[in-house]
């Protein structure tokens, strides 16, 4: 903290995600001006650009929230004196992705990992990486019809959700006054984390295609692949005779 112009004794709310419309800095944003307003030792911490054409202006953003500017950092503000990811995870006492879809969510395990509590929107990657005490979850926001709100998002069609503003404002006040919830979270966070090895995630994947495959029945193959002419392109096709070569539309087939 010290090398990153950060007062030792600061809560330090961050968030470390790409600058783009599903990651919803703005809403980090907002929870955060509502929640620091009693709080002079808030901080709020982006670790991404300040300005990206997939997302937002990020300052211009704060501004137009009301959020004072001395109350945030950026990636760029500090990343030439504290170069190492885990040591900018570090500077953090709640990780908060509030993200509305996620396939993964590698950020939220890289947090956990550091022993840093994360707090997220109760969907997608990160109910199943935050359930059972790992964190807190963050209920969808709610529609007329009491089910979550849901918008279907540009990339696929998928289902977006967001987060509960007042649950999220609360989540922050809880982890703010009790540094024992905090901690106890996060050692959670931390032990499910180190045990997500490569040799885990492979023989959870392994299981299932197992599975998979005692369930399925048995499928024939179609006559062209038995006699050697796959139906779709193939990069290495190049040296074949013309007429042997598969229609290519475009380089992407496969």
Not at 11 to 35: C, D, T, W, Y
Not at 45 to 69: H, Q, R, V
Not at 187 to 204: D, F, K, L, V
């Amino acid at each position: 903290r010290k090398r990153a112009g950060i007062p030792e004794d600061a809560f330090v709310v961050s968030m470390f995600a790409m600058n783009q419309g599903r990651k919803q800095q703005p809403l980090v944003m907002e929870g955060f001006a509502a929640f620091c307003q009693d709080k002079p030792d808030a901080l709020l911490y982006f670790d991404c650009a300040k300005e990206s054409p997939a997302g937002w202006s990020l300052p211009k953003m704060a501004a137009n929230i009301g959020l004072d500017a001395k109350r945030i950092m950026y990636r760029d503000d500090i990343v030439q004196r504290v170069p190492q990811i885990r040591e900018r995870y570090a500077l953090s006492d709640v990780h908060s992705p509030l993200a509305s879809r996620e396939g993964y969510g590698l950020p939220v395990h890289e947090a956990a990992a550091c022993g840093i509590v994360n707090v997220a929107l109760d969907w997608c990657a990160a109910t199943e990486m935050l359930e059972n005490g790992r964190g807190i979850l963050i209920p969808p926001m709610k529609g007329s019809d009491g089910k979550p709100f849901m918008l279907r998002g540009t990339w696929g069609g998928a289902h977006d959700c967001f987060p509960d503003m007042v649950e999220y404002v609360k989540a922050l006040n809880l982890l703010y006054t009790d540094r024992t919830i905090r901690e106890r979270l996060a050692r959670a966070g931390y032990e499910w984390a180190i045990a997500q090895t490569w040799e885990t995630a492979t023989n959870q994947l392994e299981a299932v295609i197992r599975e998979a495959v005692k369930r399925k029945p048995a499928v024939k193959p179609p006559p062209e692949v038995k006699e050697g002419k796959w139906p779709f392109a193939m990069s290495n096709t190049a040296g074949a005779a013309a007429e042997d070569r598969p229609v290519v539309q475009n380089d992407h087939n496969i």
